[in-house]
């Protein structure tokens, strides 16, 4: 496995360096030639002991230790400036692996960008390109040096006693035999399982301490842990699996690799057969000193090859991103006629699921209709919204702006054309004042602070510490869910577009607010074709047309007196709505 995916990792990571490939090179060399040099002083301390116990003439000494102390010197320097070649390089590739996935990003279907969606895109572009960057600036050169080294040794070895080097090989060639039996199984797969492993258990964490204080209010304790529970109990199970499968030949590798010395010892015994000779002394001190060497570069080239797997395994994280089709350009593009949205036997299925989310829906809506989607949870009405928003393209059917095709409507065509207001408001981390102005970047402020006040978020800026330009999220500054939609609202508002996509927030913390996103809302239809997603069912009785949907179909539409009239689900949930206002009256 190893063996074969290394050419093809540096190969994709040298088309991310460009240019800079070169420096990737030249680092590797240099901290090889750092790492013969490190030898150097091996060699000086084996020259002083043989001066020493042969009792050769001592002033020669103070040469070669100044020598023992210099080289190295010297190849640590090299090695800093190895380190500085693979470290731009290594920014680079990073920079261009992060440009590459942002220009491919921003070209991505909306629906990709959904809670779960954001989160692994967020940390591929974060943690997987910060792993190539690791790889590149510190693992590559430093396997030159775990590379360089046995090779100078084994030059060193040749040229003293080439017995005792080859006994010394011995125990770290079948170390090396274990190691890769331990990189071939599978490996790869273990490596992505345990990313995996560690995604799940972290995205859950998110969604367990974003969860608390519904826990805590509700006492759900023992449904809503579990699922944070199960990713722990995975990751759990699945180290231990890991660890246990390489408890052998790991222990296997340690030992050979540690008991260099006891081949040595014994070698010598036998080698001296059985009787004390200067040289053969002089030559096992000098194994003994450079053993250890060889224990550590041995183990260096162990882990490196772990590190290289989370580099494939980073790779194919980011190809998952790089392949993802971006929505397809019109050949010939058209422009809506009007403000009328039609859909034309859509079906949707979401990738990778078997069943289809919405099915052969038909729904007309004429320029500036108020239309309203209902229905139980899982019916399929944010799919809808979405689908004629263009978050995705229908698996089948068509869906029609002023007659056109929004397929065939360019993209920044069609965006003009439709306002979105989500169920959670996806507000940034930045002044309410840019949150707005999102909307149309060139608006003053004046127009902003116009479309708030239709919005009805007077209140909310007078409050806030630097009224308009109180940055959302700091110094304690946060909005309540109904606040957060009237931002929103008044976003929608400054935009100006003809169709506006409701998802109405399912619940508010208090009437006046939801008084207040009411009154937003119908400032900001007026005049638009409107398509809201309502939960409160006293918003949709005057509505155009209602369409209830349930498990993706449309089982029954028309009027709010037509619906009551014929004593379906709607009624059904009319009644229930009904039942639940008077025993909040009541309460
Ligand atoms: P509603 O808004 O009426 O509650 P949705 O449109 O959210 O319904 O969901 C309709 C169906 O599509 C449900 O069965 C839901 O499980 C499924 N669904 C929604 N989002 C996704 C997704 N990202 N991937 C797969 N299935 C999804
Ligand atoms: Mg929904």
Redesign the pocket.
């Known amino acids: 496995m190893k063996t074969e995916s290394s050419p093809k990792v540096m190969k994709i990571l040298n088309e991310y360096a460009g240019g800079h490939r070169h420096l990737i090179t030249l680092g590797r060399i240099l901290a090889a030639v750092s790492a013969f040099m490190g030898l150097v002083p091996f060699y000086d301390l084996w020259r002083i002991i043989r001066i020493a116990v042969n009792g050769e003439e001592l002033s020669r000494i103070s040469g070669i230790a100044w020598q023992a102390v210099g080289i190295p010197v010297a190849a640590l320097l090299v090695y800093i400036v190895a380190l500085f070649c693979t470290h731009i390089a290594a920014f680079r590739v990073q920079a261009n692996m992060r440009s590459r996935l942002m220009h491919r990003i921003v070209t991505l279907p909306l629906g990709v960008f959904?809670e779960d969606g954001t989160g692994k895109i967020r940390r591929t572009v974060n943690e997987s390109t910060a792993a190539t960057e690791t790889f590149i600036a510190h693992n590559l050169p430093d396997k030159a040096v775990a590379s360089a080294t046995p090779v100078g040794l084994l030059i060193l070895l040749a040229a003293f006693n080439w017995k005792l080097g080859l006994i010394c090989l011995i125990p770290a060639l079948i170390g090396f035999g274990f190691m890769m039996s331990m990189m071939g199984k599978d490996m790869q797969e273990k490596m992505a399982e345990y990313q995996n492993a560690l995604d799940t258990m972290s995205s859950e964490a998110t969604e367990y301490v974003r969860g608390v204080p519904v826990v805590k209010v509700f006492g759900q304790s023992v449904h809503s842990f579990r699922r944070f529970k199960e990713a722990i109990d995975g990751f759990g199970k699945w180290t231990t699996q890991y660890t246990l499968m390489l408890r052998k030949p790991m222990t296997a590798f340690m030992t050979c690799i540690n008991s260099v010395f006891a081949f040595l010892v014994l070698g010598a015994y036998i080698l001296s057969k059985g009787s004390v000779d200067s040289d053969i002394i002089l030559d096992v001190m000098y194994y003994i000193i450079v053993t250890p060497l060889l224990t550590v570069t041995l183990t260096k080239i162990a882990y490196s090859g772990e590190q290289e797997m989370v580099v494939v395994d980073a790779l194919k994280r980011m190809d998952s991103i790089l392949n993802i089709q971006p929505l397809s350009e019109p050949a010939q593009s058209e422009m809506p006629k009007d403000n009328s949205v039609e859909l034309r036997n859509v079906s949707y299925r979401?990738k990778g699921?078997s069943d289809y989310?919405v099915r052969e829906l038909n729904i007309s809506i004429g320029s500036g209709e108020h239309i309203a989607l209902v229905?139980p949870?899982?019916?399929?009405?944010?799919?809808t919204a979405e689908l004629i928003a263009r978050f995705f393209d229908v698996t089948e059917g068509s869906i029609l702006i002023g007659g056109a095709d929004i397929r065939s409507i360019p993209q920044d065509e069609l965006m003009k054309q439709v306002s979105f207001v989500f169920q959670d408001s996806r507000l940034l981390k930045t002044s309410i004042l840019e949150n707005v102005r999102l909307a149309r970047p060139d608006a003053a402020e004046a127009e902003v602070m116009q479309a708030l006040e239709t919005a009805q978020c007077m209140d909310i800026i007078e409050k806030l510490p630097d009224g308009i330009h109180t940055v959302i999220g700091t110094k304690g500054t946060y909005l309540s869910g109904g606040e957060q939609q009237r931002i929103s609202i008044a976003r929608a508002i400054l935009k100006n577009a003809p169709i506006i996509i409701l998802d109405e927030a399912t619940a508010f913390a208090d009437p006046d607010n939801e008084t207040k996103v009411q009154a937003a809302f119908s400032e900001l239809a007026k005049g638009k074709t409107v398509i809201m997603i309502a939960h409160r069912l006293s918003t949709v009785v005057n509505t155009n047309r209602i369409y209830v949907?349930k498990d993706?179909s449309v089982c029954e539409y028309g009027t709010h007196s037509e619906l009551m009239d014929k004593n379906g689900l709607y009624r059904q949930m009319f009644d229930e709505y009904s039942r639940s206002i008077n025993w909040k009256v009541g309460a």
């Open positions: 959904d979401y699921s989310a229905g949870s899982g019916g399929g009405k944010t799919t949907l993706g």
